[in-house]
């Protein structure tokens, strides 16, 4: 059969990458457990082919090739395919290539017929051989009426993938699948140590698309598909899982990244921060954020301002902001927009307009004068608009040209250009036209 495709042939990407997912989901059901040996000199606690397959098995795991030969060759009884296969593939495992020839040479002559696990145990001895005698492998197993199993395709496919033929291991694998052999995560790890992006990428979609059960499956078991996780790995996941509330996950895999010894950064920390404020664990967030052995920046205090913000948390709001002050930590204009929020809320504007003023250096910033003065016309407040414009001009601030058009479409908006007190809004005006550069002194020039 033309079994050798020398390019991956093209099979729809939604079953290979259900293939790939289930078979990394599969490594959960399969923990990998240390074989302990038994004694040497043991024999099996019955006469029967199973029995001693069974103690041959465990000497095979535990590296004992020795003890296999010696019960294979006191067998009380003529050899089954098995016990061939035991012994093929301990003494392939042991490097010992020419011994399992010898022994699958012997079972043929013996007349039992070899099965597909018996032709997979003899693809191991094939390490340091031609890819070509491989393929001769594979066509004495149809010769033999043996169809390969996934286990057969694998060590091809790890093979191809050492002797950088990647793209040969795709067109092995897309055969499997089209085979209706169902790859496992083994026939995926040797491709991913050729393609190091592929994992990420498709990690990377898995996050995008929320499906957060198959990208935890991939971080949990990356040593076994070869992928090196690194901490933006981590923080993909848990800044998506933050976004859909799923918080308790968020920390969970904080911890798996300590306990992996990978090292949160300030990244993963402000993510847990701003999971912690959307679950309502401030104090927690607080905790996290005291730690100076972490050189957290505006970000990770804005987080924190924010949820506390949107809880009506002034007192916190205003700590947190001191903290951030003693920690040498500038402010950006977010920062200050929050902390007007929080003195609007709790209708404490004469607080705003003096955080404004004191956070504002020659110029007031455009946006923080728009966004005050939002709240303060929203709240009927026109006269403490004409506080703020006073005390911009007593301070000798500069205020944009840009803003006279904003401010009056704000007080539009709201009905004050109709309104019976509409000289509040002229005398506004007449007091922001003062607080113009020099070269702006006309009131029709600010309006135009």
Aim: overall charge negative.
């Amino acid at each position: 059969m033309p079994f050798r495709p020398t390019l991956p042939r093209r099979c729809p990407h939604d079953r290979k990458l259900t293939s790939f997912l289930s078979a990394v989901a599969s490594l959960a059901d399969s923990p990998s457990r240390s074989p302990s040996p038994p004694p040497a000199g043991a024999v099996p606690a019955a006469p029967t082919p199973a029995a001693y397959n069974a103690l041959m098995s465990a000497y095979s795991r535990a590296g004992c090739p020795d003890e296999v030969i010696r019960l294979f060759d006191s067998l009380p009884f003529p050899p089954t395919a098995p016990l061939f296969t035991t012994l093929i593939s301990s003494l392939a495992n042991s490097g010992r290539h020419s011994d399992a020839y010898t022994a699958f040479s012997f079972l043929l002559d013996s007349g039992i017929r070899p099965t597909a696990s018996t032709f997979t145990a003899l693809l191991k001895s094939h390490g340091a051989v031609s890819l070509e005698s491989v393929y001769r492998l594979f066509k004495t197993m149809a010769d033999e009426g043996c169809a390969p199993d996934a286990a057969a395709y694998n060590c091809l496919i790890w093979m191809l993938c050492d002797s950088q033929r990647v793209e040969e291991a795709w067109g092995v694998l897309d055969w499997m699948i089209e085979s209706g052999i169902y790859p496992t995560a083994r026939s995926y790890t040797a491709i991913l140590r050729g393609y190091s992006e592929t994992v990420n990428i498709l990690f990377d979609c898995l996050c995008r698309d929320s499906r957060f059960s198959e990208a935890v499956c991939l971080l949990e078991y990356s040593e076994e598909l070869g992928w090196d996780v690194d901490v933006f790995c981590y923080n993909t996941l848990m800044s998506r899982l933050s976004d859909v509330g799923e918080f308790a996950r968020v920390l969970k895999l904080l911890v798996d990244l300590v306990k992996k010894g990978i090292g949160p950064d300030m990244f993963s920390f402000t993510i847990a921060i701003r999971s912690l404020c959307g679950a309502g664990k401030f104090q927690v967030a607080k905790c996290i954020l005291d730690n100076k052995g972490i050189e957290y920046d505006v970000v990770a205090f804005n987080t924190l301002i924010h949820g506390l913000c949107m809880a009506g948390d002034m007192k916190g709001v205003l700590l947190t902001y001191m903290d951030m002050d003693n920690r040498n930590i500038s402010p950006n204009n977010f920062t200050i927009s929050l902390i007007i929020d929080s003195y609007c809320k709790e209708q404490k504007f004469v607080g705003a307009i003096n955080f404004l003023l004191k956070s504002s250096k020659e110029h007031v910033v455009p946006d923080l004068f728009l966004r005050l003065n939002n709240w303060l016309v929203k709240k009927e407040g026109l006269g403490y608009v004409l506080i703020l414009v006073s005390k911009i001009r007593s301070e000798r601030l500069v205020l944009d040209l840009c803003l006279f058009d904003s401010l009056i479409r704000i007080f539009c908006r709201k009905g004050y250009c109709k309104h019976e007190n509409f000289y509040e809004v002229s005398l506004i005006l007449d007091n922001m036209l003062e607080c113009l550069p020099s070269n702006h002194t006309s009131a029709s020039d600010a309006i135009v």
